[in-house]
């Protein structure tokens, strides 16, 4: 399935970003082989003049294709989708691709900036200890709130269908991370928590879980 073309891709990722999960999932789904090249938030790594070559901003992911450099998960997966047409990460009609575009903008719009890890340190800083995954927790809440209202007419065995698409692959990190790092009661979301276990029977998604990436610390491995 990955011909000469997709063995240039190189992904700069962090085992922990939802963003780089979601680009991860997409290669996956596409059948492209990439290299993975460990960048650690943790440490900084993003804000080295290495990486700010790649992308000012300083986050990840960072796909490299060649000459082509794209930062920005959004990005990527439009480039992939345009590129490599195999296994469309978009429905055929227009309303459902409407419905996937808005899914996927509640969670990079309305939930994960709320998680960065600089926004959490800060509210860590100015508020106390706890303050930063109460604060998450919260938004998190919130926005799958609006998911579950956004998505019951539209989810099949995934979040718009019976097949995956665009939406699924930024909803399966950021549901990941609710139970991973901030220890969010999915009960109260039922739509999200049942397909949460539809993406974990596919390999293009479990292999892209945060707990199975090179760069997964020991203690983290699934």
């Not at 011909?3 to 997409?26: M, N, P, T």
């Not at 996956?28 to 993003?46: A, D, I, R, S, T």
Request: glycine share 6%; with cysteine; charged share 25%.
């Amino acid at each position: 399935m990955a011909g000469e073309e997709s063995k240039k891709l190189k992904l700069y990722s962090d085992w922990l970003s939802s963003c780089a999960c979601r680009v991860r999932i997409g290669l996956n789904l596409k059948g492209l082989e990439y290299e993975y090249v460990p960048v650690n938030l943790l440490k900084g790594e993003q804000q080295t003049p290495e990486f700010l070559k790649l992308n000012p901003v300083g986050f990840v992911p960072v796909l490299v294709d060649g000459d082509v450099v794209l930062a920005d998960s959004f990005a990527i997966l439009m480039y992939l989708e345009e590129k490599f047409p195999q296994h469309s990460l978009l429905p055929k009609d227009l309303y459902g691709r409407g419905i996937n575009y808005q899914a996927a903008s509640i969670v990079c719009s309305s939930i994960q900036p709320y998680q960065n890890i600089t926004i959490l340190k800060f509210m860590k800083e100015k508020l106390g200890p706890d303050a930063d995954v109460a604060w998450a927790r919260d938004q998190i809440r919130r926005g799958f709130a609006a998911l579950e209202k956004l998505l019951k007419d539209y989810s099949g065995k995934y979040a718009t269908g019976d097949e995956v698409f665009l939406a699924d692959l930024f909803l399966a990190p950021q549901i990941d991370g609710a139970i991973r790092r901030f220890k969010v009661d999915m009960d109260e979301f039922p739509l999200l928590a049942r397909i949460f276990k539809a993406y974990l029977e596919l390999p293009a998604f479990r292999d892209a879980m945060p707990g199975r990436q090179p760069d997964t610390p020991a203690e983290h491995r699934d």
